[in-house]
């Protein structure tokens, strides 16, 4: 096998910085999903198995990632702190010899790394050594045999990529100890009028995600929303009737592909948008050193995108639309009429895996909405343009992208199928948005600015 770090003559400048693409090389991206876990709702589906521009071993072990990392905590935003702990490790350690752009959390200089090093020994260090600090010892094996099975494949610098590895996933490791990861938390349930209370006595197993420690913005409650309509107001009827409409169980008006587009989106972030990230890079021909960037980038954004988010929610504790529509009897607004029986598309008990429901936890503002407007302009100022045609998978429907032309287009379906759901107001779809979008504004004024 020859060193990966050999390069060839095609220039590439993304998001400012010229890169030059490493040699292409075959992913092993599928077989390594076969042994990473089978987790309701984070599985691999459709991976590519080429890699581009020597992205192999980057690829392989974000794969395997995704799967160890939902593991730590078995839910959505687990997932996304153990993937920004991850890649940002491994950005760190791929820029420790590159040194092209701002390191995230190591001093670069001192640590003085052989510019010669093998990235993907750097790569697969960071990754292993982050991943078998926060899973359970049983898992420890399998990322063991998966880690010495990548480092036997390193001719060349392997000592020295080890060593960035090393030093990138022990910054990451200390700035993460003791961050908030599931801290108590004391849920404040109210009975009146657009108060939340939880649905069928489910209380949301991630309210620690709202006091965790940010991993780019300087506090959790940074970016604080507008917060929802008054209840009285013609905007707060406006969002009501639509959602009425539009995201009841026995919609007349929704369309098929309405609700095609809600069920696709009701999954766990981490994996729709990692594998967005692989395919990306395939597809645009990124190198080693700018996927990992944009990986990083991406990641952390989503981690804090979900942090800001959830702070904001258990902030302003407003009720769901099933509890708005059934009691709106009571909020005080001539317009709305109450149905109590009424029934959100999410709320059947149907074959799905995972189930479709209500999510345990405040409306305003939206998770997804939170978190996807994140990456989705990180990635938008990594490629320095919002028209990238791209297709989307989902878990939902395995084989069956839907396909966007921009990443704002995706955003945009992302907000209307909360609404289509029947499991938020369009307000707090919005406001999620715009949550994320100043999470990765920040990001891109703050973070991995390109070195002279």
Known sequence: MTNRNVQDQRPRRWGGSLRVPIAMGV?????VA??????????VVDTPTVAAAGTDVLLEWNIIAQ?????????????????????????????AIDRGHQPYLLDVDALDIDPEASYDAA?????????????????????????????????????????????????????????????????????????WRPEDGVLDPDAWVGQLEPFLIQDPAQFRSNGPDRLTSTAYWKDFKEVKELGSLTSTVRT????NAAIFW????????????????????VDTVDTARLMAMANLAAADGAIACWNDKYYWNFWRPKAAIREADTDGNRKTVADPTWRSLFDPATATVPPLSTPPFPDHPSGHGCLSGAVLHS?????????IAFDMHSGRFPGQPRH????????????????WGGIHFRNADEQGATIGKKVAHWLNEHYFQPVD
């Open 27 to 31: 992913c092993a991206a599928l077989a």
């Open 256 to 259: 098929a592909d309405q609700t």
């Open 123 to 195: 790569i697969a260090t960071a990754a292993h050594h982050v991943l078998v600090s926060i899973v359970a010892d049983a898992r420890k094996p399998g990322l063991d045999t998966l880690y010495a099975a990548t480092m036997a494949g390193i001719l060349d610098g392997a000592d020295e990529g080890v060593r960035a590895g090393e030093a990138a996933a022990t910054a990451m490791i200390t700035a993460r100890t003791d961050d908030g990861f599931m801290d108590p938390f004391v849920f404040d349930i109210g009975t009146g009028p657009g108060d």
């Open 34 to 43: 076969s042994a990473a876990p089978a987790v309701s709702g984070a599985s």
């Open 67 to 95: 799967g160890e990392a939902v593991l730590v905590r078995p839910t959505a935003h687990g997932q996304s702190r153990g993937m920004a702990m991850v890649q940002g490790a491994v950005y760190d350690a791929v820029n």
């Open 379 to 387: 990635a938008r100022a990594f490629f320095g343009t919002d028209r």
């Open 266 to 285: 009701q999954f766990a972030p981490a994996p729709l948008w990692n594998r967005l990230l692989r395919d990306l890079s395939v597809e645009h021909d």
């Open 404 to 419: 966007f032309e921009r990443f704002s287009q995706a955003m945009k379906e992302i907000i209307d199928a909360r609404v």
